[in-house]
């Protein structure tokens, strides 16, 4: 059995393929790979608010007994603050001709949408030149708030009432997240009709485990069951993906969630057994990758004529997106360095 160590590396592994595909989803083809983009898009979101319940249950201890205020001063500082220094980061890279040019200025109507989409984030970031993407801090920002409240209403029950108690919450949550995603469809402020989905991806992650993983004989086993399971799940969530695309701020059906879980358990299996260096050094800094991959890929779309002008088609996709992913390293590379200047500067003063 693993130990907590493994099963940190595993989740870490997760994200680090979870964050590949969100590079991949956001780096667009031509319309005839739709298919692609909504496999893509059926679970990689999901993904992390799974990861992100599972390891609440694996930290719930460390989370919660210093009270609510340090709990969201660190979330702040986890969250927020990375979104402020992207937002900043993109303002200067995608409006960097109105900064550096004298003769050029930010419109009124402009600067309005600016402030509004760093308040706001949802929809109101697609108005700007702003990376859309930055909305994920905010939303899970508020999950990860009220998931502080459940995980303290959960760890209150006795065992037999906290079954029965998490149940019908879980049951809740996924019966409202399509009342409320046709009550507030697209994209509104701080993508709040995607946060019952991200609450009930949450739970799975969180109730999986609490009550499943000690018992999941399935996830320890290296036999043909295994392996069976595995990618049956994996064509399950690619055939829902297929019949009932969408996105965690656009469901249309209870099958796109059934879809996201097999896809990302599927995965998880993989990976328990296997879980590279490589996708774990992505999955721990992935929030670093995921605030900074869209500005590398504009640079990419620009230099893709001139590197590729010959090839086109899923060839120059998968390398383009390789790159990105090596810059992106880079950049990790480049924070650690400066991390360890920064430490060293205290130590001498």
Request: positive net charge.
């Amino acid at each position: 059995m693993e130990t907590s160590r493994s099963r940190d590396r595993a989740v870490d592994a997760l994200k680090g393929i979870g964050i590949i595909f969100v590079v991949a989803g956001h780096y667009n083809l031509h319309s005839d790979y739709q298919s692609w983009y909504d496999w893509i898009w059926s679970f990689h979101m999901p993904l992390f608010f799974m990861a992100g319940g599972y390891l609440f249950a694996l930290n719930s201890d460390n989370l919660t007994k210093h009270g609510f205020l340090k709990y969201l001063l660190k979330q702040v500082r986890k969250l927020l603050l990375p979104y402020c220094v992207f937002f900043v980061i993109n303002f200067i890279f995608f409006y960097r001709q109105e900064i550096y040019h004298e003769t050029l200025t930010i419109p009124a109507e402009e600067q309005l949408k600016l402030l509004q989409a760093f308040i706001l984030g949802g929809g109101y970031l697609d108005k700007t030149r702003i990376d859309f993407a930055l909305w994920f801090f905010q939303l899970y920002f508020i999950s990860t708030l009220l998931f502080y409240w459940i995980n303290r209403f959960h760890r209150s029950l006795s065992a037999k009432n906290a079954r029965i108690w998490m149940t019908v919450l879980f049951l809740l949550t996924a019966a409202s997240i399509l009342p409320i995603q046709r009550l507030l469809p697209g994209r509104p402020a701080y993508h709040i009709n995607a946060l019952p989905a991200a609450i009930l991806f949450m739970l799975i992650g969180y109730l999986y485990h609490i009550y499943i993983k000690k018992k999941d004989s399935i996830l320890y086993s290296d036999g043909w069951k295994r392996e069976m399971l595995k990618y049956s799940l994996l064509l399950a969530g690619i055939v829902c993906a297929y019949y009932f695309p969408g996105n965690v701020a656009a469901i249309n059906s209870y099958f796109y969630c059934i879809g996201a879980v097999c896809t990302v358990y599927a995965l998880y299996l993989g990976l328990n057994t296997f879980a590279s260096p490589t996708l774990i050094y992505l999955g721990h800094y992935s929030m670093i990758v995921y605030g900074t991959h869209r500005l590398v890929s504009a640079v990419f779309r620009r230099l893709e004529p001139y590197i590729f002008s010959s090839w086109d088609g899923f060839p120059v996709y998968f390398i383009v997106v390789a790159g990105i992913l090596l810059v992106c390293c880079m950049e990790i590379a480049i924070w650690n360095r400066m991390g360890k200047w920064c430490k060293r500067i205290n130590i001498k003063k």
